[in-house]
């Protein structure tokens, strides 16, 4: 073992010099005191009943802690158990062999072979390297290296084994966390009027506001200058709005908007909640070297706040890289041809292995089951292959080969009851080096029946390009735009059981590139956003009545809030420079408010957790609904009116106080009257009629049509 | 009803004015003649031919006998409204920016604008003799560098003092006698665009580039309203109808130079209607596909005129709804 030496002793360290200095004024002021002896030689040692009170470590900590320790240099000492038991005669040729499998982590300084007393090593050895770091790389790149069949390396750090020696022999419970009563996490679910919140970013991204919208007029429920960096984001079930900054994540919640919990990841650009709110995933770009720690991806306990997991990120990371199954019991990511699904609350790998796919190109989880689907890519004579497996059992349920596969998208039903893979598949495919070219595309929707028995199959086929899919979230609808700008067409189709997808309705000559359902179904709004000038069309797809056709110059966003009452189109500062707005339109097109604001980013509605609701409740209320209706509407027509009388008495009010103001404007008018009229020659110009004498007739001759009349000669 | 388009102008409009009776509507562009046309047909009547440069201002007698105009030519000139002779040309150092007959007719405010060294000035000069004019002011204030430059000007009812209109969004109020500032209105935050006077004088609105425009007392410099549009406002006028329609009308627009894609729907090139007292805009007119730079109403509230970047003017009369409409109070 080596100790590092040959110190030097250094010079006083700052707090000696401090300490001396402060004992040595102490005694000039004695001196002092003794009344001018100015020629006596100041005595420096101690009286004698001076008690040194104070410590080494008091006057010198700072160099006690560079005194050389007995363990110094320890922390670059490995102990690599299970090397094979050899005499003198063989020695030499294991500690080749040991050198030549570590010495790529750094340069050996000492190595030391025990042995017994028949001369034989023990089987473990010590290796020194040049520092902490390339010993802390070789036990883990070489803990559990294979020797031979009977030899496996076993490699720990030295310091390791002090450190598991000093476990206490008693176990002390951690102390509890005390609870923090956090209030009503979930108040704005009990608002009497069940009116929705939503966020707002604006000002350029310097203020987020959250306000309620009531009717008739929204109501501001917190506004923040700052509140975040970058965005903000909603959990799914609404209960958290995480906002961003250059330390981390700070989340929000209860009826003031308090921070409730923070996630500190230097540099987050992303984050994922898991569909029950119960972890939060964050990315950042910035890595510290140093660390030996992955950092790119961190999982947090949303209510504790604790770090479960982190892990490295492949860059650039597609988002979100963790894939969560809906009751947050597993996630899952691609690494090297393998899906890895995690489990929680162990956070660990499930069944301790990766699920191996070669060739797999995405997968998505059920939102309602725990199923996760994944496609291959087609290889040479292999067809592509879309799977459904179960998790945890790894079952395929599920299978279909798919030929001439140049891409496959897939969309899941809301409510799990179907998937529906969108297929792009090729005519011709022309390899170039490493690229492959497709030529002839066309379009096949495979969609999975998962609620029915052996999950069958349909097939749909579109031969135009399709710009936008989407599901009906409830019900069996779905909604397709295809074909080439400006001769676009909107398509919806319904699943029925046993048989292909029928077409319910085309609507020809669409001006839109994106289509929207509200969360509740059968409404759906056709938007023609940003390049399309905001074109919206609002349609009742039970009977594909075009409710209204209309507007918003420019549009970037819509949104749907959670209860499908209400959408927002947003004119967003991010997309567009002037006119940021929202306007904001009851479910069947009707203008409700148009919102300018200054500089306007984002409008985001508060999400609402699923239903508690049984079916049979539900049908219940639709049932009355008419009941409930009439006292809604009751409510309603209270508000407008309590707000129209607002306004009407506001109204009476500044036109009484303008009318007091005019009348003595007026007065002064004529108090003022002899003035003028001495300025202007006496002459009354005060009303257009004042001196109609004065007017002279002019002939004013107007144009009043023009013939071309042929005359005969 | 349909509006008589002026076409008599190759750039840019940059001020209309209606004579005191209203038979008469004068307008200058950025090109240098200045026109007058009959309000009631559009039939030019004739143009003032002498400037060399941009006409950024003008304004005619209460008797209509004399016309002003002030040049980017470093000239104003003083024009015979009937025959379209200039009797009077005053040479400046810089362009002349704003000019304003007194209530009497009898002196002319103007200002001139910062440029090469020189500052913005408010000058006074007595007309009492239009074909002799002194052209030593009988008051000369220097603006800048104490204020920013004066881009408009108009008198007080009774002869008493100007109200200056600021590059900073202040309006001040000078006494003509001593030249010195009795009140500073600071309510826009950008540059005065125009200022025109209620038809008893009483009441001043403002237009300005941050977007809104304000109604003020005169006597006292007092914010009374603010009506808030979308865009710069270059333009804004009273109705002389104010005690049975309290209307005002904005014109402004999108500055070209501030947009990608100069669409007119994208510029709100309208011109906007708003109740005086409420602030509440009631009505839109389209038509110009340019920024509007000036824009009044006719003498006797029954019409408006506006003038745009697209160098067109076009005359509007009320249709019978215009009177119909009503706010609920």
Known sequence: MRVQGGHTPPPLSQAAAANMAKKNKAKLLDNEDDGGQEEEEPDFSDPEDFVDDITDEELLG??????????????????????????????????NVVRKIFKEYGTLINEFYPTNEEGKTKGYIFLEFKDRAAAEEAVRQRNNYKLDKQHTFLCNLFTDFEKYDNIPEEFVAPVPEPYKDLGNMSYYLLDENCFDQFSIIFDGGTTTAIYLNAVPEAIEIAKRERWTETYVRWSPRGTYLATFHGKGIALWGGEEFRQVQKFSHS????????????????????????????????????????????????????????????????????????????????????????????????????????????????????????????????????????????????HWQKCGDYLCVKVARYAKAKREKTEVKYSGIYYNFEIFHMREKGIPVDSLEIKENIQAFAWEPVNNKFGIISGEPPSVSVTFFQVNKGQAPTELKKLEKRPCNNLFWSPQGQFVVLAGLRSMNGALEFIDTKDFQVMMSTEHFMATDIEWDPTGRYVASCVSWWGHKVDNAYWLWSFQGKILKRQTVDKFCQLLWRPRPPSLLSTQDIKDIKKNMKKYAANFEVQDKMRYSKASREIIEKRQKQMQTFTEYRKKIIEQFERDKEQRLRLRNGQDTDTLTSNENDYEEETVEFLVKKETVLVED | MKPIMLQGHERSITQIKFNREGDLLFSASKDPKPNVWYSINGERLGSYDGHSGTVWCIDVKWDSSLFISGSADQTMRIWDVETGTSNTTLEMKTSVRGVSFSYSGTMIAYTTDKMMGHNSELNIIDVREPNNVDSTPIMKTQVTPTYTKALSVLWGPLDEYVVTGHEDGSIIKWDMRTGKEIQVGQEHSKQIKDMQLSHDGMMLITAS??????????????????????????????????????????????????VTTTSSRIGKFDARFFHLVFEEEFARVKGHFGPINSICFHPNGRGYASGGEDGYVRVHVFDDAYYQFKFDF
Request: hydrophobic share 35%.
């Open chain 1, 62 to 95: 700072d160099l006690l802690r560079q005194k050389p320790k007995e363990t110094d240099g320890v922390e670059s000492v490995i102990i690599v158990d299970g090397v094979p038991s050899v005499g003198a005669e063989r020695l030499d040729k294991l500690k």
């Open chain 1, 267 to 410: 540099g987050v650009q992303f984050i994922d909640f898991s569909p029950c709110e119960k972890y939060i995933v964050s990315f950042s770009p910035h890595v510290d070297q140093r660390s030996e720690e992955p950092q790119s991806i961190i999982i947090w306990d949303t209510r504790s706040g604790q770090k479960k997991r982190a892990f490295n990120a492949e860059r650039p990371p597609i988002w979100p890289v963790f894939k969560w199954s809906s009751d947050d019991r597993y996630f899952a990511r691609i690494w090297e041809e393998c899906v890895s699904v995690y489990e929680t609350p162990s956070f660990g790998l499930l069944d301790k292995k990766s699920i191996k796919v070669a060739g797999i190109k995405d997968f998505s989880w059920s939102p309602t089951d725990n199923i996760l689907a994944y496609w291959i890519a087609e290889d040479k004579d292999v067809p592509a292959k879309v799977s459904l497996l179960s998790i945890p059992s790894r079952e395929e349920v599920r299978t279909k080969n798919l030929f001439n596969v140049a891409d496959c998208k897939m």
């Open chain 2, 209 to 258: 580039k941050d977007t809104t425009a304000r109604l003020w007392d005169i006597s006292n410099l007092e914010a009374m309203k603010m009506y808030k549009t979308d865009r710069p406002v270059n333009s804004a006028a009273i109705s002389p109808l104010v005690d049975t329609y309290p209307h005002v009308v904005m014109g402004g627009g999108q500055e070209a130079m501030d």
